[in-house]
C-alpha cells in the first residue's frame, strides 16, 4: 500500500504543476506582462508633495528634451543644462498634479488596483502600434528612454485621470447636455491652421529655419495663403488638420503650452510669426520646430458635424483649468542625489528581469525532473515486484 501511496503522490504532484505551468504560459503570452525594476530605475531623485519621484521617470524627461533641443547650444553647454534642468522641473510635476486632483474626488493611486485596466490598456497599444509585438514595444521603450515600470506609472495615471473625467459627467460639473457642450465650445475653443518644419536628426537647422521664414514672406505678402502653405513643401505635417475637420479646435489645457497661447493670443484672421518651439515629429520624436500658427473662426457646423470628437476635449479642459491651479502649487524638490547628477551625462535605465518568464522556464525544468525521478520510482518500484513475485514460494 505505501508503493502504491508514493505512485499516486507523484502523479499528482506532475498534474499540479502541468497545471500551474499551464496557468503561467497563458500569463507569458500576454505581451504586456510587467518587468521587474532595476536598482537605478527606482533609486528616489526627489519629491513633488508627499510623492516620491523615481530616477526612470527625471531621466525620460531630461533625456527627451536635450536630445531635442541639444543642437540650439552646442557652445553653450551650461545653458543647455540650465535649459534642461528647468524643463524636467516644470514637468515633473504633471502627473502628480492629476493624482493629487483625482485625490480630491477620491480616486487614489493604487498601483495594484490600477493593474488590470494598465494591462487591458497596453495590450491594446501593442497591438495597435507595434504590430502586436512585444519585442517591438520593448525596442520602442529603449529608444524612447523609458522603462516599462514607468509606462505602467504613466498609463495608471491616464487611467485615474479618464474615472475623473466620468465622475465629473456623472456630478455635472462638465457639461453633459449637447446644448451646453456646444456653448461651452464655442465660447472656450480655439480653431487653428498652422504648418511645421521640423529639425530633424540629420537636418541643418539653419536650412530649415530660413524654410519657415521664406513660408512666413509667402503669407505676408499673400502670393500664398496658410491652405497653400499646409498643401506645400513648407509644410512637413504629413497630416494636415484640415483632413479632420478643416482646422485644429481646441480649448486650453489640451495643446502645447507654447501652441496654445500662440493661437490664444491670435485675434481671428491672424497669424503669429515663425514660432521656435519643441514637439513631436511625424515619428513620434521630441525635436526643434518651426511652426507658423493661423487662428480662425469658429464654424456651428463644423461643430456640430465633429461634435463627438470635439465634445471629448470638453472635460479635458475643465480639468486642465482646475489642475493648473494645484500644477502651480507644486514644486519638485530634488535629493543629494538628483542634484549631483549631470542632466548632460546621465545613465540610461534599464529594466529588470521578466520574473514570470523566469519562474516559467524554472517550473518546465522542475516539471522535467519530477518526470524523470517518477520514471526513475516507477521502475523501481515495478522491478521489485517482479524479484518479489518470482521469489516468493509457489503453491
Not at 170 to 181: A, F, H, L, R, S
Not at 183 to 207: G, L, M, P, Q, S
Not at 232 to 258: A, C, H
Request: charged share 25%.
Amino acid at each position: 500500500m505505501r508503493k502504491r501511496y508514493n505512485l499516486k503522490l507523484f502523479l499528482r504532484a506532475i498534474s499540479l504543476l502541468m497545471i500551474a505551468l499551464l496557468m503561467l504560459s497563458c500569463a507569458v503570452s500576454c505581451k504586456a506582462r510587467p518587468l521587474g525594476q532595476t536598482k537605478l530605475a527606482k533609486t528616489e531623485v526627489g519629491t513633488v508633495d508627499k510623492y516620491p519621484v523615481l530616477y526612470e521617470e527625471f531621466y525620460f524627461l531630461a533625456y527627451n528634451y536635450y536630445e531635442a533641443v541639444k543642437d540650439g547650444y552646442e557652445n553653450d553647454p551650461d545653458g543647455l543644462k540650465k535649459a534642461v534642468w528647468d524643463y524636467v522641473n516644470e514637468n515633473i510635476v504633471a502627473n502628480y498634479a492629476i493624482m493629487k486632483l483625482c485625490e480630491t474626488e477620491g480616486l487614489v493611486y493604487d498601483e495594484s488596483e490600477l493593474k488590470d485596466d494598465v494591462k487591458e490598456a497596453l495590450e491594446l497599444a501593442i497591438a495597435s502600434d507595434f504590430g502586436d509585438s512585444r519585442s517591438s514595444y520593448l525596442k520602442n521603450q529603449k529608444a524612447m528612454g523609458l522603462t516599462d515600470h514607468y509606462v505602467r506609472f504613466v498609463t495608471g495615471v491616464d487611467v485615474l485621470y479618464d474615472r475623473l473625467a466620468n465622475k465629473y459627467m456623472e456630478t455635472g460639473v462638465v457639461p453633459n447636455t449637447d446644448e451646453k457642450i456646444l456653448d461651452y465650445i464655442k465660447k472656450n475653443f480655439a480653431h487653428t491652421w498652422h504648418i511645421a518644419v521640423f529639425v530633424d536628426e540629420n537636418d541643418d537647422r539653419d536650412a530649415e529655419l530660413a524654410k519657415a521664414n521664406e513660408a512666413l514672406s509667402k503669407l505676408n505678402s499673400g502670393e500664398m495663403t496658410m491652405l497653400d502653405l499646409m498643401g506645400s513643401r513648407y509644410n512637413e505635417d504629413l497630416i494636415p488638420p484640415s483632413t479632420e475637420y478643416d482646422g485644429y479646435y481646441f480649448p486650453k489645457g489640451v495643446m502645447e503650452q507654447w501652441y496654445e497661447d500662440a493661437a490664444f493670443s491670435l485675434q481671428i484672421g491672424n497669424h503669429s510669426e515663425v514660432i521656435m518651439a519643441t514637439g513631436s515629429n511625424n515619428n513620434g520624436e521630441y525635436v526643434e520646430c518651426f511652426y507658423i500658427i493661423e487662428r480662425l473662426a469658429t464654424s456651428e457646423k463644423e461643430i456640430r458635424s465633429n461634435f463627438d470628437a470635439l465634445s471629448d476635449e470638453v472635460s479635458g479642459s475643465i480639468i486642465a483649468e482646475k489642475m493648473q491651479s494645484i500644477k502651480d502649487s507644486l514644486k519638485f524638490e530634488p535629493n543629494e542625489f538628483a542634484l549631483s547628477l549631470n542632466v548632460l551625462e546621465l545613465e540610461a535605465p534599464k529594466n529588470g528581469i521578466d520574473y514570470q518568464l523566469i519562474l516559467v522556464i524554472a517550473l518546465c525544468l522542475l516539471l522535467i525532473a519530477v518526470i524523470i525521478i517518477s520514471v526513475i520510482l516507477i521502475r523501481r518500484i515495478r522491478r521489485k515486484r517482479f524479484h518479489a513475485s518470482i521469489s516468493s514460494p509457489k503453491k
